[in-house]
């Protein structure tokens, strides 16, 4: 905690290559392999609009970096398993769950599909920012910062692909069961939550998530 008292400007002096830090130099085989498969269900003829994430070395930047080692830090044993439970490519799991759970009839295939789509949609537009993830800018600061506990934080940050799909779910599934939005929206909101408390994600990147995900559903052809 004692770095944590350190200022901004203190901070900035020891990293004298923060503002050129990407998530990585170049995208792997994988993640290459994945941006160049076909995306049907959504259109994707006109680019999204998109803020870029602020600098490495900004003081917006330093502020969410502390802000994620809270949330951290003060999860509560059951919010730390709840988020490894989203930590997974399946989180659209606990949308289907809940469908189940309530009787709600849905295409359980065409959301498999979605979820695929979205996650090369989603690499398309990390690798266009490359962001460092929170744990990677802490290093290069000096700031100390909880040990990350994620299998899928293996691209670059900026926006998260869960709140991105989470949205596009809890929008689609509203459309269809409107009585049951509150609910979805729940869900949305703690899968977003659970990026912060697993040290993977800045606030920003669930804000930037969210919002890519209104401009997807809108591009979704068929919403029923």
Do not use: W
Not at 84 to 98: H, L, P, Q, V, W
């Amino acid at each position: 905690m004692e770095s944590r008292m350190k200022s901004f400007s203190e901070f900035k002096k020891t990293t004298t290559d923060l503002s050129e830090l990407v998530y990585k130099t170049a995208s792997d085989f994988n993640d290459s392999r994945i941006m160049n498969e076909e995306v049907v269900l959504f259109d994707m003829t006109q680019p999204f609009d998109i803020d870029p994430p602020t600098s490495n070395d900004s003081e917006e930047t330093y502020a969410e970096v502390l802000e994620i080692a809270d949330y951290v830090e003060l999860s509560s044993p059951t919010d730390k398993q709840l988020s490894k439970e989203y930590d997974t490519s399946t989180f659209s799991n606990a949308f289907i769950d809940y469908c189940i759970n309530n009787n709600l009839p849905i295409n359980e295939s065409k959301i498999v599909k979605m979820t695929k789509e979205m996650s090369i949609i989603d690499r398309q537009i990390k690798y266009q920012f490359n962001r460092p993830r929170p744990s990677q800018i802490a290093e290069a600061r000096g700031i100390k910062f909880p040990q990350v506990d994620s299998n899928t934080a293996d691209t670059p940050s900026y926006p998260s692909g869960h709140a991105l799909a989470s949205r596009v779910f809890s929008l689609y599934l509203s459309n269809i069961f409107p009585a049951h939005k509150q609910e979805f929206l729940n869900i949305e909101e703690q899968i977003g939550l659970s990026r912060m408390r697993l040290g993977v994600h800045f606030p920003s990147d669930i804000e930037t998530g969210a919002s890519v995900g209104n401009q997807l559903y809108q591009r979704l052809k068929d919403k029923t």
